[in-house]
């Protein structure tokens, strides 16, 4: 298994600033996601954290709203960039070992 | 990636009784996950799937794939206060590791 760690844990930002979120993980694992969780709702994949290169976004998920690094098998950023209240969620990482996705506790970002 | 068809939506059981849910999908997956999120905290994983028929338990849970891979069941026996929370599955494809989500079932159990 692994074991993923956040920061921050929540935060609230002003409309207009940006905010890095960061994800460590205490093993190597081979792929590295970033989910979005909006309240009461089901995961929604963001993209795929591609180790030293560009991440691979899903549909309706741009870099230059979600940039993403991965420099190393047990690190990753998500920063969200120019945020409105409509980015108002819960951020979540997550890493596999083997066949199974292990994730992170979440980032619980308020925009007003 | 697709939103699987997980039901019920919730439920409200009395203390000691099974719960059951099930996922259904339009499309095949190579692995089925279950996962507990309880407020304030990521998903946890509970069980995992790997193939067609598989039945596998993990202490008072059991889950099922599918034969035809487009379904999983869980099962909690003999509830308890500690299983309130919110269960989602998810097929994960396995070429590229990407994690489709049901919308989840929220249990609350009633003491």
């Known amino acids: 298994s692994a074991v993923i760690s956040q920061k921050p844990s929540r935060d609230i930002c002003q409309r207009g600033t940006s905010l890095t979120i960061q994800c460590q993980v205490d093993?190597?694992?081979?792929?590295m996601f970033w989910y979005r969780q909006q309240p009461g709702q089901s995961l929604t994949l963001i993209a795929t954290a591609n180790q030293g290169s560009e991440a691979t976004y899903e549909s309706g998920f741009v870099i230059d709203k979600f940039p993403i690094s991965r420099p190393n098998l047990t690190f990753s950023t998500l920063t969200v960039s120019n945020m409105s209240p409509e980015d108002s969620s819960i951020y979540l990482c997550?890493?596999?070992?083997?066949?199974?996705?292990?994730f992170g506790p979440g980032t619980r970002l308020t925009v007003t | 990636g697709q939103q699987l068809n997980q039901s019920p939506q919730s439920m409200f059981i009395q203390e000691g009784e099974d719960v059951s849910m099930n996922c259904t999908s339009s499309?095949?997956?190579?692995?089925w996950l279950w996962y507990k999120q309880d407020p304030g905290e990521g998903p946890v994983l509970l069980i995992a799937?790997?193939?067609?028929?598989e039945l596998t338990s993990n202490g008072r849970l059991t889950a099922q794939f599918g034969i035809t891979r487009k379904d999983s069941f869980l099962n909690i026996s003999a509830s308890i206060p500690s299983d309130v929370g919110i269960y989602f599955c998810a097929g994960q494809a396995l070429s590229d590791y990407k994690l489709s989500f049901g919308a989840g079932t929220t249990v609350t159990v009633r003491a």
């Open positions: 799937l790997y193939k067609a028929g």
């Open positions: 997550s890493g596999t070992s083997g066949n199974e996705q292990y």
């Open positions: 499309s095949i997956f190579n692995t």
């Open positions: 093993s190597q694992v081979t792929m």
